[in-house]
């Protein structure tokens, strides 16, 4: 076995970080799970290769350039104080969509909510009240920023960057650069 590069790594542990759902298409294995087994990816090896913590139990890696695995639409769901993670974004949605039907007052709006951020694309969601950043419109859970414009408005950590670099005079490529830094993108 040709081992990948160490760029090839680090792609696989970009694409792949610890807590990425997969579904499991093919694995040449006796031991393997069957396909279709859902797990929990907990790292990525010097080789490549998926740490893996299946749903059924098993323990067994997916190696790299042998095997294959689906990537999950996850999201990750906050109601009532209870975090859950669901597998694919159209279970979530189906079920959100049906409790919006199925309820009215406060508890409707709350699964709206939560149905409008599944729509967006959101891949974090929560039935909390975030405060939302009056530059970009966007909600954040981190500390705020200080802008710089006033020194009164508080504005999301992003658009705090992204002031604090337009002040040094940092062009749009350094920018972008810093922010997918931030982001691990």
Not at 71 to 89: A, F, H, M, N, Q
Not at 157 to 163: A, F, R, Y
Not at 165 to 172: D, I, R, T, Y
Request: hydrophobic share 30%; proline share 5%; with cysteine.
């Amino acid at each position: 076995m040709r081992f990948p590069s160490r760029e090839t790594v680090e792609g696989v542990r970009r694409q792949y970080p610890a807590g990425t759902r997969v579904e499991l298409v093919s694995m040449d294995d006796p031991q393997a799970p069957p396909a279709g087994t859902r797990g929990t990816v907990t790292g990525v090896d010097d080789t490549g290769s998926l740490l893996m913590a299946w749903d059924n139990g098993s323990g067994l890696n997916v190696v790299y350039g042998e095997d294959s695995v689906r990537k999950l639409d996850s999201v990750k769901i906050t109601c009532y104080g209870e975090t859950k993670v669901w597998d694919t974004r159209k279970d979530a949605a189906d079920f959100f969509f049906q409790g919006m039907c199925e309820t009215e007052g406060s508890e409707c709006e709350r699964y709206t909510k939560i149905y409008a951020g599944l729509v967006k694309g959101l891949t974090e969601i929560t039935d909390e009240e975030l405060p939302v950043c009056p530059k970009c419109g966007k909600p954040y859970k981190e500390r705020p920023a200080l802008s710089r414009k006033d020194n009164k408005t508080y504005i999301c950590p992003d658009c705090g960057t992204l002031e604090a670099l337009e002040a040094v005079g940092a062009s749009e490529e350094e920018k972008k650069a810093v922010m997918d830094a931030i982001h691990d993108v």
